[in-house]
Each structure stands twice: as structure tokens, then as C-alpha cells.
């Protein structure tokens, strides 16, 4: 990444100061997946924290070092052939620009369209380059292990809540048709802050906007999570684990039980971060709107009716920040 290339976009990213040494949780809701009380704990989490990890996840840490290794040697390139692989539009490579609505970030990503098979010939063109092609065979591995976790979780999920059919939830994020998006972010080392108690932002504070997001990186730390009272706390970063993001449409979904987590990355002053995001969305189409199965006599609905396509269509023209859900509350 140019580091000063652009120093007009360097001058927008913002300075976050560091909470306090001492904030970082505790103890990271973990789940256990192979444990017969994950789904009692994964309601828990959600509801608290919209957050957790995963452990005993069964994929393969052999398959994640692979894509993570290949996406240190794609953000290794010359600045030049990073930029010939396609300007994200918004799939493509990125830098310091995310998105179109003025947000800016200390990183470099991928943003990669991968419902549609083969996706990168969709979505990001430069992947069929044989020279690529251990790229792209560990990004196909890594996608379809992302799959069955993201499906995974979400039963383990229906479960705790006691829906009677296990795929309740799950079954919004699998077929062709659903609106599956890969993130993989390189936020580099930023040397001219060390001493300053805080780090520039890396990626925004924001909550997603889908059901749920799985989340792995390096050993690097700067992932940072809110609270319910609002104050920010560090997540210590565990390369072994995955973390889960609870998005709008899952807190729409369970009207309101669970959280939608606020989270924002902060650039680390000594080391890289390596990030892989993968977001599983449901088909344009559906229809968002708390499960009948959840709601308690009398309940109402706290959102209007849309459906996926019209929200993530009105939130992508939105700043990371905004409160997205705002304009589709009752
Ligand atoms: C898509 C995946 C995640 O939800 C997200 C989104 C982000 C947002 O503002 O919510 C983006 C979108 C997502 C891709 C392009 C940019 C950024 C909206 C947008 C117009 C949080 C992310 O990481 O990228």
C-alpha cells in the first residue's frame, strides 16, 4: 500500500485514542462447538454482546494459513499491479477508500462477490490469471469451510432459542441465490504513531449489515468491540479461533433479542493485521422480519417490513457509522 500517495486521504483517517489498558473483556464469550451447552451460551452472548468465538470449529487450520499466505503475497505486489487486478467498484481491491460515501481507513482489502460460481470470474477478474491459481484454489477451500461454519453456528443458534426446525435460520443463507461477500482487509503496520496512546482507524466503527460474519486474523491485535453502556473494549486477537459479529438482520430477525455489536479496527503501530471476513447474506428477495416463532403474545414487530435487497440498498449509501436500521424502525 502507498502509504502517502494521497496525503489528502491520509489527513481524513481519524485518530481513535485507545481504551483504557485494562478494557479489554475479560473473557470473549466463547462457544465450544463440540460442547452440549453451546446453544444456551451462544443466546447468552448474543443477546449480551452480539459477539463471541468459536472453538473446536473443525476447520482446518492448514486451509486458513494457505489463503492468508496468499493474500500477505498479493498485498506484497507493487502498488501498480495491485491496482491493475480491478478498483473495487465496490468488488475489487481497495485502499483507504471504503466504499463511496467518504469513509476512509489505515488498510488495503479485497472485496470479493462469491455467491455466484466460479465468483472470480464474476467479481474479481485477476483470480483466473494461472499465476494465480493456488490463490484462487485456497480462496474456493476457505469459502465453502465458511459455508458450513456460518451454517453451523446458525443452528447451534436456533437451537438455543428453541426453534423447532434447526435450519430455520440457517436456510436463509444457503443456495445460489443468497448474497455472499468476502472481505480480506490488510490493515500495515503504522510506525508514526508509536507512543501515541491510540492508533489511527483502520476500518470504521460500523455493525453489519447481515445475519451474522465469521472473522479470523492473524496474531496482530486492533480489533475493538462496544459494549451496551458504549464504551469500547479490545479483543485480544486468537489466530486459532473465529469470531462472530451478530449484523442488523439478525437483531431484526430475533426482534430485537439479539445485538447487532458496533466494532471498529484501529491500526497496530509495530504490526500488520491480516483479516478474512466472510459475510453470508440471504437472496435480494427475502423478506427480513422477526420469526413468527420467537414472537411472545402480543408482541409487536419493532421494524417495518423490507426485504434484504432494499436494505442493504439503502445502507450502502450510508456512511459506516450511520445507524442503518434508523429509517426501518416502527
Ligand atoms: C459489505 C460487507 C459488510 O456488511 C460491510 C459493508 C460495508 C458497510 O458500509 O456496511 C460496505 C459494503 C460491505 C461493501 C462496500 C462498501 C462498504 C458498504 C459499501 C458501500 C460492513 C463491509 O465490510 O463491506
Not at 486451509?63 to 480491478?86: D, I, R, T, W
Not at 479485497?110 to 483466473?128: D, G, K, Q, V, W
Amino acid at each position: 500500500m502507498v502509504l502517502s500517495a494521497n496525503p489528502a486521504i491520509d489527513q481524513q483517517i481519524s485518530l481513535i485514542k485507545s481504551p483504557d489498558l485494562g478494557d479489554h473483556l475479560s473473557s470473549i464469550p466463547t462457544i465450544d462447538l463440540s460442547s452440549s451447552n453451546s446453544p444456551e451460551t451462544i443466546v447468552q452472548a448474543c443477546k449480551e454482546f452480539g459477539f463471541f468465538k468459536v472453538t473446536n470449529h473443525g476447520v482446518s487450520m492448514d486451509l486458513v494459513e494457505k489463503l492468508e499466505a496468499e493474500a500477505v503475497k498479493f498485498f506484497a505486489m507493487p502498488q501498480s499491479e495491485k491496482e491493475k487486478s480491478g478498483l473495487s467498484n465496490p468488488f475489487g481491491y481497495g485502499s483507504k477508500k471504503i466504499g463511496i460515501n467518504g469513509d476512509v481507513g489505515w488498510l488495503e482489502y479485497l472485496l470479493i462477490a462469491t455467491s455466484a460460481e466460479p465468483f472470480c470470474e464474476s467479481s474479481i477478474a485477476f483470480l483466473r490469471d494461472p499465476s494465480f491459481s493456488s490463490f484462487r484454489s485456497a480462496l474456493y477451500d476457505y469459502i465453502s469451510s465458511m459455508r458450513k461454519l456460518n451454517c453451523q453456528v446458525l443452528e447451534v443458534m436456533a437451537d438455543g432459542l428453541q426453534l423447532e426446525q434447526r435450519d430455520t435460520i440457517s436456510k436463509l443463507v444457503q443456495g445460489s441465490e443468497c448474497d455472499e461477500i468476502f472481505r480480506l482487509n490488510h490493515y500495515p503496520a503504522c510506525p508514526l504513531l508509536q507512543g501515541f496512546n491510540g492508533g489511527l482507524t483502520g476500518f470504521g466503527e460500523h455493525t453489519d449489515l447481515q445475519l451474522i460474519s465469521v472473522l479470523r486474523s492473524n496474531s496482530t491485535s486492533g480489533l475493538q468491540i462496544a459494549l451496551s453502556d458504549g464504551r469500547w473494549v479490545l479483543v485480544p486477537p486468537d489466530p486459532e479461533a473465529f469470531f462472530i459479529n451478530v449484523g442488523d438482520s439478525l437483531q431484526v430477525l430475533t426482534n430485537g433479542r439479539f445485538r447487532s455489536v458496533k466494532h471498529r479496527v484501529v491500526a497496530n503501530s509495530l504490526e500488520s493485521r491480516v483479516s478474512m471476513i466472510y459475510f453470508g447474506g440471504p437472496p435480494l428477495a427475502q423478506r427480513i422480519a422477526p420469526l413468527p416463532q420467537l414472537m411472545e403474545e402480543g408482541e409487536q414487530s419493532l421494524y417495518k417490513d423490507f426485504t434484504w435487497g432494499e436494505y442493504k440498498g439503502a445502507a450502502y449509501k450510508t456512511r459506516l457509522a450511520d445507524y442503518r436500521l434508523e429509517p426501518f424502525q416502527l
